[in-house]
Structure formats: structure tokens, C-alpha cells
């Protein structure tokens, strides 16, 4: 059974950091691509970042390149996700998710982590 | 590529067939389209990929249709658990979109 398992998220000042990590476990986590997607309170879904499984691609939407960068460790079966610079409009339930395939184009959104709220006020 | 779904909010009673719409704003390259459900307070779940093939688990009383720049997901018969909000999501470009979503109530 796949499962997603996200940390590290919490309240943090405007202009502050935070790093997010995801567990993964029952699949082989080396093989896929991985991503995260975030919704924001009473909002909808926004892609956010996309890595391949050797971490050789990444991606970022346009609201968050510069100052997120995604990461993984396949030695640990965990991916990160390095916010800087936050912003109140970044704050949301951020979803570590497991893609379909190997590569970060037409990557299909396979499972889902069950979400890490990140809070960005003072 | 802005994906459009409506109606935002569907009433229906169990029983009935729901009928969704996404219509995007450019074609979506090899029907890479997917649709996904949300229940309150829980992550969203792979329904349809390809935007016909059910995902491993998925009823069939889920179905998906469509081509180029509209889609649709139909729900034969609804079941109480399937009262949540439903998004399309297209990966056959960057950056991956979804839909502003449609809820399904109960009538």
C-alpha cells in the first residue's frame, strides 16, 4: 500500500522559511516522479512543484519559482520541499503526491499524502 | 491551460446520474486529462486518467468521456459516499492545471 506521509509544516512569520518533508513507503520510491500541490483554506488545487526520480528535472509553477526548491533523498525514500521567502498567499495544505511514471512531463498524479497545513501570518 | 468546470455546484439525490463538465482552454494533448474526488478534510483521490481509464479500485458507476478542449465525468447512479468535490486536472502540459472544481450535494 502506498503511503505519503508529510512533516514539517506549522505557523511561520511572513519573509521566513520552512522545510517540508514526505515519508514514503510501499512502492519502490527511486522508480517514480514525485510532486506537491497545495490548497489554499475553502480554496482549490495549485500544482506547486514536480522532481523526476533521480531528481535530474524539477519544476516549479510560476508562483513559486525563486524561492522553493524541491528536493529528494532516494536513500531515505523522503522528498522535501525548501520554502523561502513565504508569503500570506502561501498559506495552504500542502500534498506530498506520488506520480504515475519516471519523468516530470505529462506527469499523472497517482496517490496523495493526506496534507501538511503551512500557516504564513505575523 | 485553464481548465472551466461546471456547473460549481451540483444538487442531486442518491440514486440519480450526475453529469460534470471541464472544458479547457486549449486542446489537451493525448487526452491527458484527469479527475479526481475530495471529501471534507481529506486528500483528493485518482478517479479517472487518461480521461477515460478508471484507476485501480474505482466503480463503474464512474465513468470519464471526451477529446480536445471539453470532458466529461458521469456518475451513473449516485451513492452517499459520493457526495464530495470533484476536480479535472490536465498533465499533458506544463504547468499541470486543475479546474476550480464542482461540488455534488445532497438535493
Known amino acids: 500500500e502506498v503511503q505519503l506521509l508529510e512533516s514539517g509544516g506549522g505557523l511561520v512569520q511572513p519573509g521566513g522559511s520552512l522545510r517540508l518533508s514526505c515519508a514514503a513507503s510501499g512502492f519502490t520510491f527511486s522508480s517514480y516522479a514525485m510532486t506537491w500541490v497545495r490548497q489554499a483554506p475553502g480554496k482549490g488545487l495549485e500544482w506547486v512543484s514536480a522532481?523526476?526520480?533521480?531528481?535530474?528535472?524539477?519544476y516549479y509553477a510560476d508562483s513559486v519559482k525563486g524561492r522553493f526548491t524541491i528536493s529528494r533523498d532516494n536513500s531515505k525514500n523522503t522528498l522535501y520541499l525548501q520554502m523561502n521567502s513565504l508569503r500570506a498567499e502561501d498559506t495552504a495544505v500542502y500534498y506530498c503526491?506520488?506520480?504515475?511514471?519516471?519523468?516530470?512531463?505529462?506527469?499523472?498524479?497517482?496517490?496523495w499524502g493526506q496534507g501538511n497545513l503551512v500557516t504564513v501570518s505575523s | 491551460i485553464v481548465l472551466t468546470q461546471s456547473p460549481g455546484t451540483l444538487s442531486l439525490s442518491p440514486g440519480e446520474r450526475a453529469t460534470l463538465s471541464c472544458r479547457a482552454s486549449q486542446s489537451v494533448s493525448n487526452r491527458y486529462l484527469a479527475w479526481y474526488q475530495q471529501k471534507p478534510g481529506q486528500a483528493p483521490r485518482l478517479l479517472i486518467y487518461?480521461?477515460?481509464s478508471r484507476a485501480t479500485g474505482i466503480a463503474d458507476r464512474f465513468s470519464g468521456s471526451g477529446s480536445g478542449t471539453d470532458f466529461t465525468l458521469t456518475i451513473s447512479r449516485l451513492e452517499p459516499e459520493d457526495f464530495a468535490v470533484y476536480y479535472c486536472q490536465q498533465y499533458g502540459s506544463s504547468p499541470l492545471t486543475f479546474g476550480q472544481g464542482t461540488k455534488v450535494e445532497i438535493k
Open positions: 522532481i523526476s526520480d533521480r531528481a535530474d528535472g524539477t
Open positions: 503526491a506520488k506520480g504515475a511514471g519516471a519523468v516530470i512531463a505529462f506527469l499523472l498524479v497517482e496517490y
Open positions: 487518461g480521461a477515460s
